[in-house]
Protein backbone atom coordinates (compact mmCIF):
# COMPACT_ATOMS: atom_id res chain seq x y z
CA UNK A 1 0.00 0.00 0.00
CA UNK A 2 2.98 2.67 0.85
CA UNK A 3 4.02 1.94 -2.93
CA UNK A 4 0.91 2.80 -3.99
CA UNK A 5 0.76 5.81 -2.35
CA UNK A 6 4.52 6.78 -3.19
CA UNK A 7 4.06 5.89 -6.98
CA UNK A 8 0.33 7.96 -7.00
CA UNK A 9 2.51 11.20 -5.40
CA UNK A 10 5.00 11.16 -7.71
CA UNK A 11 2.58 10.82 -10.59
CA UNK A 12 0.69 13.53 -9.35
CA UNK A 13 4.01 15.84 -9.05
CA UNK A 14 5.01 14.75 -12.61
CA UNK A 15 1.30 15.83 -13.73
CA UNK A 16 1.76 18.90 -12.12
CA UNK A 17 5.48 19.63 -13.20
CA UNK A 18 4.11 18.85 -16.71
CA UNK A 19 0.96 20.73 -16.37
CA UNK A 20 3.03 23.85 -15.35
CA UNK A 21 5.70 23.45 -17.99
CA UNK A 22 2.54 23.59 -20.40
CA UNK A 23 1.07 26.42 -19.00
CA UNK A 24 4.29 28.79 -18.86
CA UNK A 25 4.27 28.56 -23.22
CA UNK A 26 0.64 27.85 -23.85
CA UNK A 27 -0.65 29.67 -20.95
CA UNK A 28 1.69 32.33 -19.77
CA UNK A 29 -0.42 34.44 -17.37
CA UNK A 30 -1.67 31.12 -15.53
CA UNK A 31 2.01 30.13 -15.10
CA UNK A 32 3.03 33.72 -14.21
CA UNK A 33 -0.10 33.67 -11.31
CA UNK A 34 1.11 30.60 -10.04
CA UNK A 35 5.10 30.25 -10.05
CA UNK A 36 6.23 33.65 -11.78
CA UNK A 37 4.38 36.13 -9.56
CA UNK A 38 5.16 34.54 -6.36
CA UNK A 39 9.10 34.18 -7.23
CA UNK A 40 9.21 37.68 -8.30
CA UNK A 41 7.65 39.28 -5.36
CA UNK A 42 10.20 36.53 -2.94
CA UNK A 43 13.39 38.06 -4.99
CA UNK A 44 12.36 41.68 -4.64
CA UNK A 45 11.63 41.26 -0.93
CA UNK A 46 14.83 39.48 -0.70
CA UNK A 47 17.09 41.55 -2.51
CA UNK A 48 16.00 44.97 -2.92
CA UNK A 49 18.40 46.78 -1.05
CA UNK A 50 21.58 44.71 -2.28
CA UNK A 51 20.06 45.28 -5.58
CA UNK A 52 19.61 49.17 -5.32
CA UNK A 53 23.41 49.63 -4.20
CA UNK A 54 24.63 47.76 -6.63
CA UNK A 55 23.02 49.79 -9.45
CA UNK A 56 23.31 52.93 -7.90
CA UNK A 57 19.96 54.09 -6.98
CA UNK A 58 20.77 54.22 -3.35
CA UNK A 59 22.40 58.22 -1.67
CA UNK A 60 24.29 58.92 1.65
CA UNK A 61 21.90 59.39 4.29
CA UNK A 62 21.11 62.68 6.06
CA UNK A 63 23.19 64.07 8.92
CA UNK A 64 20.06 63.50 11.25
CA UNK A 65 19.81 59.86 10.24
CA UNK A 66 23.39 58.98 10.00
CA UNK A 67 23.74 60.40 13.69
CA UNK A 68 20.96 58.36 14.81
CA UNK A 69 22.09 55.00 13.40
CA UNK A 70 25.31 55.53 15.13
CA UNK A 71 24.75 56.93 18.27
CA UNK A 72 21.11 55.82 19.48
CA UNK A 73 21.16 52.32 16.88
CA UNK A 74 24.73 51.66 17.62
CA UNK A 75 24.94 50.53 13.68
CA UNK A 76 27.07 50.95 11.03
CA UNK A 77 25.23 53.87 8.91
CA UNK A 78 23.89 51.99 4.85
CA UNK A 79 22.82 54.03 1.84
CA UNK A 80 19.13 54.93 1.64
CA UNK A 81 17.64 52.86 -1.50
CA UNK A 82 13.90 54.58 -2.89
CA UNK A 83 11.27 53.33 -0.35
CA UNK A 84 8.87 51.25 -1.59
CA UNK A 85 5.27 52.55 -1.36
CA UNK A 86 2.88 49.98 -2.86
CA UNK A 87 3.47 46.08 -4.54
CA UNK A 88 1.18 45.22 -6.72
CA UNK A 89 0.68 42.01 -8.81
CA UNK A 90 -1.33 41.59 -12.29
CA UNK A 91 -1.86 38.96 -14.64
CA UNK A 92 1.18 40.06 -16.98
CA UNK A 93 3.57 40.92 -13.94
CA UNK A 94 3.95 43.37 -11.29
CA UNK A 95 3.98 47.22 -10.38
CA UNK A 96 6.16 48.63 -7.96
CA UNK A 97 5.96 52.35 -6.76
CA UNK A 98 9.25 54.11 -4.88
CA UNK A 99 9.52 56.85 -3.36
CA UNK A 100 13.46 58.71 -4.63
CA UNK A 101 15.11 60.06 -2.04
CA UNK A 102 16.66 63.57 -2.22
CA UNK A 103 19.73 63.33 -5.34
CA UNK A 104 18.15 60.86 -7.58
CA UNK A 105 15.64 61.66 -9.97
CA UNK A 106 14.06 59.67 -12.43
CA UNK A 107 16.61 59.08 -14.77
CA UNK A 108 18.81 57.38 -12.52
CA UNK A 109 16.32 54.78 -12.44
CA UNK A 110 15.34 54.35 -16.42
CA UNK A 111 19.59 54.05 -16.77
CA UNK A 112 19.47 51.19 -14.14
CA UNK A 113 16.19 49.86 -15.37
CA UNK A 114 17.98 46.93 -17.67
CA UNK A 115 20.22 45.93 -14.99
CA UNK A 116 16.72 45.72 -12.53
CA UNK A 117 15.27 43.34 -15.20
CA UNK A 118 18.31 41.01 -15.18
CA UNK A 119 18.87 41.41 -11.12
CA UNK A 120 14.97 40.54 -10.74
CA UNK A 121 14.56 37.69 -13.25
CA UNK A 122 11.42 39.63 -15.57
CA UNK A 123 11.11 40.35 -18.92
CA UNK A 124 11.40 43.86 -19.17
CA UNK A 125 11.33 46.71 -16.43
CA UNK A 126 9.28 49.73 -17.32
CA UNK A 127 10.26 53.31 -15.28
CA UNK A 128 7.21 55.75 -15.45
CA UNK A 129 7.28 59.21 -13.15
CA UNK A 130 3.78 59.18 -11.96
CA UNK A 131 4.12 62.30 -9.44
CA UNK A 132 6.66 64.62 -8.21
CA UNK A 133 9.47 62.25 -6.37
CA UNK A 134 7.59 58.91 -7.12
CA UNK A 135 7.77 56.64 -10.05
CA UNK A 136 6.35 53.57 -10.56
CA UNK A 137 8.11 50.24 -11.62
CA UNK A 138 6.27 48.21 -14.37
CA UNK A 139 7.57 44.39 -14.28
CA UNK A 140 6.54 42.20 -16.90
CA UNK A 141 6.86 38.34 -16.34
CA UNK A 142 7.00 36.96 -19.68
CA UNK A 143 6.89 38.45 -23.57
CA UNK A 144 3.25 39.76 -23.83
CA UNK A 145 3.87 40.93 -27.38
CA UNK A 146 4.11 37.21 -28.19
CA UNK A 147 0.46 36.44 -28.28
CA UNK A 148 -1.24 39.69 -28.26
CA UNK A 149 -4.22 40.13 -25.65
CA UNK A 150 -5.35 42.83 -25.16
CA UNK A 151 -6.52 44.53 -21.68
CA UNK A 152 -10.51 43.86 -20.85
CA UNK A 153 -10.90 47.98 -20.34
CA UNK A 154 -9.60 48.96 -23.36
CA UNK A 155 -12.29 50.29 -25.74
CA UNK A 156 -12.85 53.20 -27.81
CA UNK A 157 -14.22 56.31 -26.23
CA UNK A 158 -14.39 60.31 -26.73
CA UNK A 159 -11.77 60.10 -29.63
CA UNK A 160 -9.37 57.56 -27.79
CA UNK A 161 -9.09 54.33 -30.26
CA UNK A 162 -7.17 51.27 -28.60
CA UNK A 163 -5.02 50.11 -31.49
CA UNK A 164 -1.71 47.96 -29.65
CA UNK A 165 -0.39 46.31 -26.88
CA UNK A 166 2.63 47.52 -25.33
CA UNK A 167 5.37 46.08 -23.96
CA UNK A 168 4.75 47.01 -20.06
CA UNK A 169 0.98 44.79 -20.75
CA UNK A 170 -0.90 48.09 -20.19
CA UNK A 171 -2.91 49.58 -24.00
CA UNK A 172 -1.66 51.85 -26.34
CA UNK A 173 -4.18 54.42 -27.27
CA UNK A 174 -4.34 57.15 -30.36
CA UNK A 175 -5.77 59.56 -28.58
CA UNK A 176 -6.57 62.17 -31.47
CA UNK A 177 -7.62 64.84 -28.87
CA UNK A 178 -3.31 64.91 -27.29
CA UNK A 179 -1.87 63.81 -31.12
CA UNK A 180 -3.98 65.06 -33.69
CA UNK A 181 -1.74 64.05 -36.41
CA UNK A 182 0.12 61.03 -36.96
CA UNK A 183 2.59 59.31 -39.24
CA UNK A 184 2.72 55.41 -39.60
CA UNK A 185 6.03 53.98 -41.67
CA UNK A 186 6.52 50.14 -42.28
CA UNK A 187 7.88 48.05 -45.19
CA UNK A 188 5.35 45.48 -46.95
CA UNK A 189 4.43 42.78 -44.51
CA UNK A 190 5.52 44.68 -41.73
CA UNK A 191 1.77 45.02 -40.10
CA UNK A 192 1.32 48.42 -41.28
CA UNK A 193 -2.21 47.38 -42.64
CA UNK A 194 -2.90 45.62 -39.53
CA UNK A 195 -2.36 48.75 -37.45
CA UNK A 196 -4.64 51.10 -39.41
CA UNK A 197 -7.59 48.09 -39.69
CA UNK A 198 -7.39 48.21 -35.13
CA UNK A 199 -7.56 51.71 -36.13
CA UNK A 200 -10.41 51.68 -38.16
CA UNK A 201 -12.45 48.78 -36.18
CA UNK A 202 -12.09 51.60 -33.23
CA UNK A 203 -12.76 54.45 -35.04
CA UNK A 204 -16.24 52.67 -36.88
CA UNK A 205 -17.71 52.62 -33.19
CA UNK A 206 -17.27 56.46 -32.57
CA UNK A 207 -19.32 59.43 -33.78
CA UNK A 208 -16.68 60.79 -36.11
CA UNK A 209 -16.95 60.87 -40.18
CA UNK A 210 -13.80 58.88 -41.66
CA UNK A 211 -12.78 59.82 -44.87
CA UNK A 212 -10.29 57.56 -46.59
CA UNK A 213 -7.76 58.26 -49.47
CA UNK A 214 -6.29 54.96 -50.90
CA UNK A 215 -4.87 55.62 -54.35
CA UNK A 216 -3.92 51.67 -54.92
CA UNK A 217 -7.51 51.97 -56.88
CA UNK A 218 -9.19 51.22 -52.73
CA UNK A 219 -7.72 48.03 -52.63
CA UNK A 220 -7.59 48.32 -48.85
CA UNK A 221 -9.97 50.76 -47.64
CA UNK A 222 -12.97 49.62 -49.97
CA UNK A 223 -13.86 46.76 -47.47
CA UNK A 224 -14.63 49.67 -44.89
CA UNK A 225 -16.92 51.35 -47.32
CA UNK A 226 -20.39 50.73 -45.46
CA UNK A 227 -18.75 53.12 -42.40
CA UNK A 228 -16.46 55.81 -44.87
CA UNK A 229 -17.97 59.03 -45.46
CA UNK A 230 -15.83 59.60 -48.39
CA UNK A 231 -13.29 57.35 -50.19
CA UNK A 232 -10.41 58.29 -52.69
CA UNK A 233 -9.05 55.88 -55.20
CA UNK A 234 -6.96 58.17 -57.67
CA UNK A 235 -4.44 61.48 -56.76
CA UNK A 236 -7.07 63.15 -58.75
CA UNK A 237 -10.17 62.42 -56.53
CA UNK A 238 -7.78 62.98 -53.36
CA UNK A 239 -6.83 66.53 -54.72
CA UNK A 240 -10.34 67.32 -54.84
CA UNK A 241 -11.37 65.69 -51.45
CA UNK A 242 -8.48 67.42 -49.69
CA UNK A 243 -9.64 70.99 -51.26
CA UNK A 244 -12.85 70.25 -49.70
CA UNK A 245 -11.72 69.47 -46.36
CA UNK A 246 -9.77 72.74 -46.47
CA UNK A 247 -13.24 74.50 -47.44
CA UNK A 248 -14.85 72.37 -44.35
CA UNK A 249 -11.99 73.82 -41.78
CA UNK A 250 -12.69 76.84 -43.13
CA UNK A 251 -15.95 77.03 -42.42
CA UNK A 252 -15.46 75.66 -39.12
CA UNK A 253 -12.82 78.69 -38.28
CA UNK A 254 -16.20 80.81 -39.29
CA UNK A 255 -18.57 79.02 -36.64
CA UNK A 256 -15.72 78.76 -34.10
CA UNK A 257 -14.86 82.93 -34.59
CA UNK A 258 -18.81 83.61 -34.39
CA UNK A 259 -18.96 81.83 -31.12
CA UNK A 260 -15.74 83.51 -29.83
CA UNK A 261 -14.23 79.59 -28.98
CA UNK A 262 -10.71 78.56 -30.63
CA UNK A 263 -11.02 74.76 -29.87
CA UNK A 264 -14.34 72.58 -31.58
CA UNK A 265 -14.37 71.17 -28.18
CA UNK A 266 -15.15 74.16 -26.36
CA UNK A 267 -18.43 74.52 -28.29
CA UNK A 268 -21.85 73.33 -26.85
CA UNK A 269 -22.75 69.84 -27.71
CA UNK A 270 -25.63 70.74 -30.34
CA UNK A 271 -23.02 73.34 -32.24
CA UNK A 272 -20.61 71.06 -32.51
CA UNK A 273 -20.14 69.40 -35.92
CA UNK A 274 -18.48 65.71 -36.14
CA UNK A 275 -14.91 65.31 -36.41
CA UNK A 276 -12.81 63.92 -39.48
CA UNK A 277 -10.66 61.49 -39.43
CA UNK A 278 -8.70 61.34 -42.76
CA UNK A 279 -7.25 57.88 -43.70
CA UNK A 280 -4.47 58.11 -46.06
CA UNK A 281 -2.80 54.64 -46.88
CA UNK A 282 0.00 55.68 -48.67
CA UNK A 283 1.47 58.94 -49.02
CA UNK A 284 4.00 58.40 -51.69
CA UNK A 285 1.06 57.71 -53.82
CA UNK A 286 0.25 61.32 -53.61
CA UNK A 287 3.98 63.04 -53.85
CA UNK A 288 4.80 60.90 -56.49
CA UNK A 289 4.12 62.39 -60.38
CA UNK A 290 5.08 61.02 -63.38
CA UNK A 291 4.53 63.66 -66.07
CA UNK A 292 5.14 67.53 -65.84
CA UNK A 293 1.27 67.78 -65.92
CA UNK A 294 0.59 66.14 -62.92
CA UNK A 295 3.29 68.97 -60.94
CA UNK A 296 0.31 71.00 -60.11
CA UNK A 297 -2.11 68.51 -58.58
CA UNK A 298 0.91 67.52 -56.79
CA UNK A 299 1.33 71.33 -55.20
CA UNK A 300 -2.60 71.17 -55.07
CA UNK A 301 -2.56 68.09 -52.78
CA UNK A 302 0.80 68.75 -50.77
CA UNK A 303 -0.07 72.37 -49.55
CA UNK A 304 -3.90 71.24 -48.85
CA UNK A 305 -2.06 68.38 -46.42
CA UNK A 306 0.31 70.81 -45.13
CA UNK A 307 -2.21 73.64 -44.46
CA UNK A 308 -4.67 70.44 -42.15
CA UNK A 309 -1.50 69.58 -40.66
CA UNK A 310 -1.52 73.21 -39.28
CA UNK A 311 -3.93 74.13 -38.61
CA UNK A 312 -7.19 70.95 -38.90
CA UNK A 313 -6.95 70.15 -34.99
CA UNK A 314 -8.67 73.38 -34.10
CA UNK A 315 -11.67 72.30 -36.04
CA UNK A 316 -12.09 68.51 -35.29
CA UNK A 317 -10.21 67.32 -38.51
CA UNK A 318 -7.61 65.05 -37.90
CA UNK A 319 -5.18 63.28 -40.39
CA UNK A 320 -3.62 59.52 -39.74
CA UNK A 321 -0.82 59.06 -42.74
CA UNK A 322 0.55 55.95 -43.66
CA UNK A 323 3.58 54.99 -45.76
CA UNK A 324 6.55 52.80 -45.83
CA UNK A 325 9.17 56.00 -46.50
CA UNK A 326 8.62 59.32 -46.35
CA UNK A 327 11.17 61.80 -46.48
CA UNK A 328 13.06 64.36 -48.54
CA UNK A 329 13.36 62.37 -51.54
CA UNK A 330 9.40 62.65 -51.69
CA UNK A 331 10.03 66.36 -53.11
CA UNK A 332 8.28 69.85 -51.91
CA UNK A 333 7.06 69.92 -48.84
CA UNK A 334 7.71 66.03 -47.56
CA UNK A 335 9.97 67.30 -44.18
CA UNK A 336 7.33 70.54 -44.10
CA UNK A 337 4.40 67.72 -43.88
CA UNK A 338 6.05 65.25 -41.31
CA UNK A 339 7.12 68.45 -39.17
CA UNK A 340 3.45 68.67 -38.02
CA UNK A 341 2.91 64.97 -37.52
CA UNK A 342 3.25 64.58 -33.58
CA UNK A 343 2.18 60.80 -33.10
CA UNK A 344 4.93 58.44 -34.61
CA UNK A 345 4.86 54.88 -35.09
CA UNK A 346 7.32 52.75 -36.70
CA UNK A 347 7.11 49.40 -37.65
CA UNK A 348 9.86 47.18 -39.41
CA UNK A 349 11.83 48.99 -42.26
CA UNK A 350 14.45 48.24 -44.91
CA UNK A 351 16.83 50.44 -43.87
CA UNK A 352 17.65 52.73 -40.85
CA UNK A 353 17.36 55.69 -42.53
CA UNK A 354 13.55 55.13 -43.09
CA UNK A 355 13.24 54.83 -38.90
CA UNK A 356 15.57 57.89 -38.61
CA UNK A 357 12.76 59.69 -40.79
CA UNK A 358 10.20 58.76 -38.18
CA UNK A 359 11.68 58.97 -34.88
CA UNK A 360 14.86 60.98 -34.87
CA UNK A 361 13.46 63.87 -34.42
CA UNK A 362 11.03 62.90 -31.60
CA UNK A 363 12.68 60.03 -29.82
CA UNK A 364 16.21 59.44 -31.06
CA UNK A 365 17.00 56.65 -28.56
CA UNK A 366 14.12 54.69 -30.46
CA UNK A 367 15.54 54.57 -34.09
CA UNK A 368 17.86 51.84 -32.44
CA UNK A 369 14.92 49.41 -31.43
CA UNK A 370 12.79 50.09 -34.81
CA UNK A 371 16.08 49.03 -37.03
CA UNK A 372 15.87 45.78 -34.85
CA UNK A 373 12.46 44.57 -35.17
CA UNK A 374 12.33 41.13 -36.62
CA UNK A 375 10.37 39.66 -39.83
CA UNK A 376 9.02 36.94 -37.51
CA UNK A 377 6.98 39.53 -35.38
CA UNK A 378 4.26 41.42 -38.21
CA UNK A 379 2.37 44.43 -35.98
CA UNK A 380 5.44 45.19 -34.02
CA UNK A 381 6.08 48.66 -33.53
CA UNK A 382 7.92 51.55 -31.75
CA UNK A 383 5.63 54.57 -30.77
CA UNK A 384 6.82 58.01 -30.10
CA UNK A 385 5.47 61.10 -29.46
CA UNK A 386 6.65 64.65 -29.25
CA UNK A 387 7.39 64.42 -25.70
CA UNK A 388 10.26 62.02 -26.05
CA UNK A 389 9.35 59.21 -24.51
CA UNK A 390 8.44 56.02 -26.79
CA UNK A 391 7.13 52.38 -26.27
CA UNK A 392 7.56 49.04 -28.19
CA UNK A 393 3.98 48.21 -29.35
CA UNK A 394 2.29 44.96 -31.08
CA UNK A 395 -1.33 45.33 -32.69
CA UNK A 396 -3.40 42.15 -32.22
CA UNK A 397 -3.93 40.22 -35.46
CA UNK A 398 -7.44 40.91 -37.22
CA UNK A 399 -8.67 40.28 -40.55
CA UNK A 400 -10.20 42.59 -43.12
CA UNK A 401 -13.11 40.88 -42.99
CA UNK A 402 -13.75 41.41 -39.63
CA UNK A 403 -13.17 44.89 -39.72
CA UNK A 404 -15.82 45.08 -42.58
CA UNK A 405 -18.50 43.42 -40.89
CA UNK A 406 -17.91 45.67 -37.55
CA UNK A 407 -17.68 49.05 -40.22
CA UNK A 408 -21.35 47.52 -41.65
CA UNK A 409 -22.87 46.61 -38.01
CA UNK A 410 -22.05 50.66 -37.53
CA UNK A 411 -22.93 51.83 -40.68
CA UNK A 412 -25.45 54.14 -39.32
CA UNK A 413 -22.97 56.25 -37.14
CA UNK A 414 -22.23 57.76 -40.78
CA UNK A 415 -23.02 61.27 -39.93
CA UNK A 416 -24.56 63.63 -42.09
CA UNK A 417 -21.96 66.14 -43.54
CA UNK A 418 -22.77 67.71 -47.65
CA UNK A 419 -19.67 68.44 -48.40
CA UNK A 420 -18.59 65.15 -48.32
CA UNK A 421 -21.44 63.86 -50.52
CA UNK A 422 -20.36 63.82 -53.51
CA UNK A 423 -16.94 61.19 -52.45
CA UNK A 424 -19.71 59.07 -50.46
CA UNK A 425 -18.73 55.31 -51.98
CA UNK A 426 -20.71 52.74 -53.60
CA UNK A 427 -22.13 50.46 -51.19
CA UNK A 428 -23.86 47.68 -53.01
CA UNK A 429 -26.66 46.43 -50.86
CA UNK A 430 -26.86 43.12 -49.17
CA UNK A 431 -28.36 40.02 -51.00
CA UNK A 432 -31.35 39.38 -48.69
CA UNK A 433 -31.94 35.77 -47.62
CA UNK A 434 -34.39 33.63 -49.38
CA UNK A 435 -37.73 33.38 -48.16
CA UNK A 436 -39.65 30.08 -47.97
CA UNK A 437 -42.52 29.75 -50.53
CA UNK A 438 -45.91 30.25 -48.65
CA UNK A 439 -47.54 28.03 -51.34
CA UNK A 440 -47.82 24.27 -50.49
CA UNK A 441 -46.74 22.15 -53.16
CA UNK A 442 -48.68 19.67 -54.90
CA UNK A 443 -48.15 16.75 -56.57
CA UNK A 444 -48.03 15.65 -60.07
CA UNK A 445 -50.80 14.29 -61.48
CA UNK A 446 -51.28 12.20 -64.48
Same mark, same amino acid.
Given at each position: M???????????????????????YRAPRVYWS????????????????????????? +??? *??? !???? $??? %????? #????? =??IHGVRGTS????????????????? +??? *??? !???? $??? %????? #????? =???????????DV??????????????????????????AFERDYRKAPMALTLGANASGKSMYQRNLIKGLARLPVALAGIDCKRGVEQSAFAPRLSALATTPDDAASLLAVLVAEMEDRFDLLSRHGVSDLWELPGHLRPVPVVVLVDEVAELFLI???????????????????????????????????????????????????????????????QTAEMGLADVAPDAVTVASLIPMERPGTAVAADASGGWSKIRTPEITRAEVAAVCREHAHLVPDLPPLDPFRPYVPAEPLAPVPSLLKPSPATD
Open positions: PDVTMMLEATGALGAAGGLGYAKLVGLPAAVGRLTFTYRATMDVCGLT +VQP *SRL !RAFM $ARN %VARRE #VQPVP =PRTGLRVTLRLPAGLEPAD +VIA *SSE !RLRH $AWG %VHSVT #VVETR =PGFVELRMTGYLRRVRMPRGAVARDMVVPVALREDGTSSRKDEERRERIVTALIRLAQMARAAGIYLEICGQRFGSDLGKGATMLRAQLTGRVVHRVNDK
